[in-house]
Every structure is written in structure tokens, then in C-alpha cells.
């Protein structure tokens, strides 16, 4: 099947400061892609909806200017969690529709700890 | 936008026996209905979907069925073993989303 990759697997960060997340599609294009925060032991909860070339399109509650993302490629999208707080920590992970199939495939996940 | 419930939440079940995970959807645009299964710390892993063309879909020991009048669908394992305990979510999508249920986390006791 299709292959997402995301990086960083963890990633650690100081309050304050920045993270950037990356989602690739390695083997097909994605125009658009989806990001989920999981908490733990509970479901996928949709953050934003990333489509190529236009603004991504936030679900309520997530604050767009903390949760920046970008779609500047049919193979990228990128998720900057800005102005890191204890409490962004959580699972962070991206998915890809292979529109041949309406198939959604997900990246490794982001476990984001912020000190 | 969609809402997606899943029940029950857990599921504890002996091996050999059937498990049945139902999910309701609002979204009467919504064609397309996967489910993961998640094993802790990893990423979601589609184990069957369901279009809103069809009615039934069966692969192995796993089925789907859909009401699309009463925006209802479920997931039946049978013959359920250890490998299948892990947490699975159900899924809707409409035009440009992906909407998934709260999870049900199924136990198979050996």
C-alpha cells in the first residue's frame, strides 16, 4: 500500500519554543492530508484539513495561529506548533488520502513533549 | 461537521468468540466508512472499509455492514484470537474529511 512518512518520531522541546512536524506521501500524491492529536488512550481528534496550495481548513477549537500548517506540495505537509506549552504535549499524527482509492493512510505518529 | 460515536468503549471477549463494534454517523453526505485497528504506540492500520454503495463486506474473519437509512454500521470479528486485541476505531468520510469514533479498546482472553 501507499506510504506516508512523518517526522520526527519524539521530539522534545523547552516552552516557548517552536516544532515543526513533517508528513510525506513517498509514493503517491496527496492533495490533501489530514492532522490528528491523540491523546492518550482516547481517539483521533481531527486538528485541520491540509490541502495543497490553499489554506488549511481548522476544526473548532484549534487555534490556527499555534497550529500553522502548510501544504506547499502535493507530497508535503508540514504542522508548526507554535509557542510550545506542557499542555500541546500529545501524540501527533498525520494521514493521506491515495484518492485512487479513498484510502487514508497515516505517518508513524509525533510524540511531542514540551518541558 | 461529523460526529462519529463508537460503542461499546471496551470489549472483553474469550477467544473463539465474536466481537461486535458498533458506529453511528451524522453526515448523510458521509461514503465511506473504514476501520483501523491501533496497536499501543503505533500508527492506525486499515483493516477493512465499506462504501456506501454496498450493504456487506466480509475478508476472513472480519465483516462490515452498513444502514446507510439509519447512518449505523459495525464491525464483526469472529473467531476472535489473543493478536486481535488492540483498539479499533471506526471511520466516516464525506467529500474532504475523515471523522473518527471515540475507539473501543477489545481485550480477547486466551
Known amino acids: 500500500g501507499a506510504v506516508v512518512s512523518q517526522h520526527p518520531s519524539w521530539v522534545i522541546c523547552k516552552s516557548g519554543t517552536s516544532v515543526k512536524i513533517e508528513c510525506r506521501s513517498l509514493?503517491?500524491?496527496?492533495?490533501?492530508m489530514f492532522w490528528y492529536r491523540q491523546f492518550p488512550k482516547q481517539s483521533l481528534m481531527l486538528m485541520a484539513t491540509s490541502n495543497e496550495g490553499s489554506k488549511a481548513t481548522y476544526e473548532q477549537g484549534v487555534e490556527k495561529d499555534k497550529f500553522l500548517i502548510n501544504h506547499a506540495s502535493l507530497t508535503l505537509s508540514t504542522l508548526t506548533v507554535t509557542s510550545a506549552h506542557p499542555e500541546d504535549s500529545s501524540f501527533y499524527i498525520c494521514?493521506?488520502?491515495?484518492?485512487?482509492?479513498?484510502?487514508?493512510?497515516f505517518g508513524q505518529g509525533t510524540r511531542l513533549t514540551v518541558v | 461537521g461529523e460526529n462519529v460515536e463508537q460503542h461499546p468503549s471496551t470489549l472483553s471477549v474469550q477467544e473463539g468468540d465474536s466481537a461486535v463494534i458498533k458506529c453511528t454517523y451524522s453526515?448523510?453526505?458521509?461514503?465511506?466508512f473504514p476501520w483501523y485497528k491501533q496497536e499501543l504506540g503505533k500508527r492506525p492500520q486499515l483493516i477493512i472499509d465499506?462504501?456506501?454503495?454496498?450493504g456487506e463486506k466480509k475478508d476472513q474473519r472480519i465483516a462490515v455492514t452498513l444502514n446507510k437509512t439509519a447512518k449505523h454500521f459495525s464491525l464483526h470479528i469472529t473467531e476472535t484470537q489473543p493478536e486481535d486485541s488492540a483498539v479499533y476505531f471506526c471511520?466516516?468520510?464525506?467529500?474532504?474529511?475523515?471523522?473518527f469514533g471515540t475507539g473501543t479498546r477489545l481485550t480477547v482472553i486466551p
Open positions: 509514493d503517491f500524491q496527496a492533495t490533501t
Open positions: 465499506i462504501r456506501s454503495n454496498v
Open positions: 471511520a466516516a468520510t464525506g467529500a474532504n474529511n475523515l471523522f
Open positions: 494521514s493521506a488520502f491515495d484518492r485512487g482509492n479513498t484510502e487514508a493512510f
Open positions: 453526515d448523510s453526505a458521509s461514503n465511506y
